[in-house]
Structures are given as structure tokens and as C-alpha cells.
């Protein structure tokens, strides 16, 4: 059974730093490609930032820059750093973690990021 567990939110400043982590379990491929989605009230959820099985990364424009997804070396663990938070990245972050094998995406329960004064 593959579980998905992150952790790290909470509420922060404008211009403040938040890091998030996310372990998955119980996939047969331990470099999976994973990713960190995020979704806004009234919005749809978009793929923030995502990381294949050979270390590649890729970020939407509004957060290059300014986050950073990185792995553990042959793990399913994943941290994504912000800094420079705007409150436009107030949001609840997921984890995604993808069986490519069975083609199927795994998620997390998500955690609440806030940025305000």
C-alpha cells in the first residue's frame, strides 16, 4: 500500500521562507517522479514544481527562482524550499508521487500554506 506524507506548512510573512517535505512508501520504484501541486479557494490546482527519477526539475513561471524542488539520492522523499513567499502562494500544497508502472498517481492529504501580514 503507498502512502504519502508531507509535512512543513504553516503561516509566514511576505518575503519569509517555508519548506516542505514529502515522504511516499510502498512504491516499487524508489526514484519515482514527483511533484508538488498546490490549490487556492475557487481555484483549480496546478503543479507547482515537479522532479523526475534523473534529478531533472521543472517549475511553473510564478515560482521560479524562488523555490526549489530537490530528492534524496534513491528515496521517495521529496523538500520543496520557498523563499521570498508572496501571499498569491497562500495555498494547500500536495505531494504527488507517480507509479509510471502502473501509470497512477499517488497523493498526499495536503498541508496549508499561509503568507500574510
Known amino acids: 500500500q503507498v502512502h504519502v506524507v508531507e509535512s512543513g506548512g504553516g503561516s509566514v510573512q511576505p518575503g519569509g521562507s517555508l519548506t516542505l517535505s514529502c515522504a511516499a512508501s510502498?512504491?516499487?520504484?524508489?526514484?519515482?517522479?514527483m511533484g508538488w501541486h498546490r490549490q487556492a479557494p475557487g481555484e483549480e490546482r496546478e503543479l507547482v514544481a515537479s522532479?523526475?527519477?534523473?534529478?531533472?526539475?521543472c517549475y511553473i513561471d510564478r515560482v521560479k527562482g524562488r523555490f526549489t524542488i530537490s530528492r534524496q539520492e534513491d528515496k521517495n522523499t521529496i523538500r520543496l524550499q520557498m523563499n521570498n513567499l508572496k501571499p498569491t502562494d497562500t495555498s494547500v500544497y500536495s505531494c504527488?508521487?507517480?507509479?509510471?508502472?502502473?501509470?497512477?498517481?499517488?497523493w498526499g492529504q495536503g498541508t496549508q500554506v499561509t503568507v500574510s501580514s
Open positions: 510502498g512504491l516499487t520504484d524508489n526514484r519515482s517522479p
Open positions: 504527488r508521487a507517480t507509479a509510471l508502472l502502473v501509470r497512477r498517481d499517488y
Open positions: 522532479i523526475t527519477s534523473s534529478y531533472s526539475t
